[in-house]
């Protein structure tokens, strides 16, 4: 297990399909990092050298955002929503669906965790 970028990465895993794994990364991300690297995709990411990883690193931070910062930008980018009183901000904040979706038939989900919601208040 190699720790990188907040995850835990399993070493014996193609270096592409362990770039998967990181939140934010996927699949086409994966093959244009191992691309700028320079490093087959069937390499595995035990056989990196630590230069290696130290770029793979640097490459990830500056170019792609991951983990918490997408995570902190999807919040903001709803309290936007939710502060400017937007139809979008209405169904968030009453645990609706958002985008269109019908809420006769289905959505149950999306509804059961409003009424959890409301009961934690």
Same mark, same amino acid.
């Given at each position: 297990?190699?720790? *990188? ?11 592409? *399909? ?7 990364? =996927? ?10 690297? !320079? ?27 991951? !983990?918490?910062? *997408?995570?902190?930008?999807? *919040? ?12 979008? =901000? ?14 006769? !038939? ?16």
């Amino acid at each position: 297990m190699l720790y *990188i970028l907040n995850t835990n990465l399993n070493s014996k895993k193609k270096l592409f *399909i362990a770039l998967t794994e990181i939140y934010g990364l =996927g699949r086409h991300n994966s093959y244009q990092i191992c691309d700028l690297l !320079g490093v087959s995709v069937d390499r595995r990411l035990k056989q990196l050298s630590s230069l290696q990883l130290e770029q793979l690193t640097q490459l990830v931070n500056q170019n792609y955002n991951t !983990g918490s910062e *997408i995570k902190r930008s999807t *919040i903001k980018n709803i309290k936007r929503l939710i502060k400017i009183a937007s139809y979008r =901000g209405f169904r968030h904040t009453e645990g609706l669906p958002v985008r269109g979706q019908r809420t006769h !038939g289905n959505s149950r989900t999306r509804r059961k965790l409003k009424s959890s919601n409301s009961l934690n208040k």
